[in-house]
């Protein structure tokens, strides 16, 4: 019996590698997509931001022990850390070495006259060796985590020039890292894209029936977290449908929307003004039952 494939037709070995290298090339043009790039530096801005909190405060509390007059002093960790690293013991602060870090004549004499009472205890050169390389890694990564946010700024300009013009280079970018990447971002409804970042509390809401969440990464949003609470969803809604629209333009066409930032600034300005007084608690007791009865409903007719 003849077989059925043409005696001209590749072998089942040549397609195999075809296949093969068609799925290469296709994983090759996947990892060399800039809003890829985009998504890992945004994440490891914020891994870095962790371990620079948890580095600084540990240095911080260290050297607490030592001179615990300065650590009241001084609010900002990473400022301290620099101090540690370039006086060390307290017996190094001196008029000349505070001169030049931004301190008013009076902080500095405050400074000096803590010195001098201090009640911290003594601190041996290996414990001082340790605390000085912990203070040295913090401001490292201060420096690496600068660069970083600059690098992510100028990327977002770049890549998603419009989402960055209505949300910010970082929130935009924490929003492009948690929804996958821009392409998937600019398919994502804006009713999605207003809370990403806030899934537990979603999932608590649906499992519960709890009031859902009204915004997730975007709370960190100035005009989010800046308005009073009545009005927080509006504004979250209004951001996220204007991000929804401005990463499809990024995405599909790729130019700068100048309508956009005015649009969204004027019903900003609306709803500041609209819903300018707190809602009245009558409407929000009357609210709460409601919902709470429907959430028993929904769970006797589960059991049935």
């Not at 509390?61 to 990473?78: A, I, R, S």
């Not at 190094?92 to 931004?102: C, I, V």
């Not at 009640?119 to 041996?124: A, F, L, V």
């Not at 709370?219 to 009005?231: D, G, N, R, S």
Request: charged letters at 30%; one cysteine or more; a positive charge.
């Amino acid at each position: 019996m003849a077989s059925a494939i043409p005696e001209d037709s590749p072998s089942i070995e040549a397609i195999r590698e075809k296949s093969i290298a068609a799925a290469e090339e296709a994983i090759r043009k996947s990892g060399s997509r800039p809003d890829l790039h985009l998504v890992q530096a945004i994440q490891a801005l914020d891994d870095t931001d962790k371990f620079l909190n948890i580095t600084a405060t540990r240095a911080a509390e260290w050297y607490g022990l030592h001179f615990p007059e300065l650590t009241q002093m001084l609010q900002d960790n990473v400022a301290l850390c620099k101090m540690i690293v370039a006086s060390g013991r307290r017996d190094g602060f001196t008029q000349e070495s505070l001169q030049g870090r931004g301190f008013t004549e009076k902080k500095v004499e405050a400074i000096l006259t803590a010195k001098e009472r201090s009640k911290g205890g003594e601190i041996s050169d290996q414990d001082m060796a340790r605390v000085k390389a912990l203070a040295s890694l913090a401001v490292e990564l201060s420096g690496e985590r600068d660069k970083l946010n600059e690098y992510v700024e100028s990327a977002m300009k770049k890549i998603s020039p419009n989402v960055s013009a209505i949300a910010g280079s970082t929130i935009g970018a924490r929003l492009m890292a948690k929804a996958g990447g821009l392409d998937r971002l600019a398919v994502l409804p804006a009713s999605t894209i207003q809370i990403l970042g806030a899934e537990k509390a979603l999932f608590r809401a649906l499992r519960t029936g709890a009031r859902p969440p009204k915004h997730g990464i975007l709370f960190q949003h100035q005009e989010v977290h800046t308005a009073p609470k009545w009005q927080r969803g509006k504004i979250a809604r209004t951001i996220a449908n204007k991000i929804a629209i401005a990463a499809r333009v990024d995405y599909y066409r790729g130019s700068e929307e100048a309508s956009l930032k005015p649009g969204l600034d004027k019903r900003i300005e609306n709803i500041k003004e609209k819903y300018k007084e707190p809602p009245s608690h009558t409407h929000e007791w009357k609210e709460r039952p409601r919902r709470a009865d429907k959430f028993q409903r929904r769970q006797k007719f589960r059991r049935r």
